[in-house]
């Protein structure tokens, strides 16, 4: 069994995320994707702006909209730790979970930059692979020259997934998400309701 691991803030999840999941699943023939919220992340240790249980909620209804349900998952994993979320314990703890499975990581082509910062970065790529959306303008050529420099020294796999590219972040979602001129399908229907009937984001929205 093959599962992709696919973590972030997810505040809120949009077509993005989805899509990425989406991609992802079919590049490396993925059986199941789970996402894992995070609670607090290294680089960003800031308080989430919507609490752990909306994100999880929203993650459900962005599945079952986007017709996943079966294959795609949320953990809350993280949510449940505390203090911050490092990248090795929660892969650690997935690989005890699924002892059987080629558990891969899910990121960015902006993260494969950072790799080797990561707290216990040797356990993460001696033991995992990857695959890798690419963003809107990277450098592929670059981006493939990283992965091989990782890869001749930890023997990490890498899969660069060909994938649907949109400029899409859930800070633009946040600030934007009740103004009437907001970009159609940048979230689910079912997730844009959510943000509204919960009040979520409101504040930002007003400044």
Sequence with gaps: MKIGIYGGSFDP?????????????IAAGLDQVIFVPVKLQPFK?????ASGVHRCNMLSLAFEEAGFK????????????DGVSYTYETLRAFREKFPD????????????KKLDMWKNAEEILKNHDFIVGKRPGEDEDALKRKAQEITAKFGTEFVITNNRQF???????????????LPDRLVPVSVERYIEENGLYRELSEK
């Design 101 to 112: 499975s080629k558990i891969y990581f899910i990121i960015g082509s902006d993260s494969i």
């Design 70 to 81: 079966d294959t795609f998952q949320v953990s809350d994993f993280e949510l449940k730790k």
């Design 45 to 49: 240790q800031e308080r989430q702006v």
């Design 167 to 181: 400029d899409i972040s859930s800070t633009y979602v946040r600030k934007n998400v009740y103004l009437e001129d």
């Design 13 to 25: 999840v949009h077509f993005g995320h989805i899509f990425l999941a989406e991609d992802a699943k």
